[in-house]
């Protein structure tokens, strides 16, 4: 098969790959909203504990 051809047959998947970057998205926004405030703490927690000489 040509290159060419290859080419034409894979832009057919574009909704494929738009559905999987908002899947993906939506799974980041979702993580951050549940982990959010623990990351916070966290880091507050770590910040707190340097010394400064």
């Known amino acids: 098969m040509k290159l060419q051809n ?3 047959s894979d832009s057919g998947d574009v909704p494929g790959w738009v ?3 908002l899947m993906t998205a939506g799974l980041v926004v979702l ?6 405030p623990a ?8 910040v ?5 000489i």
């Open 6 to 8: 290859r080419l034409k």
């Open 19 to 21: 559905l999987v970057t």
């Open 31 to 36: 993580l951050w909203a549940v982990a959010g």
């Open 39 to 46: 990351l916070k703490t966290i880091f507050n927690n770590a």
């Open 48 to 52: 707190s504990k340097v010394v400064v």
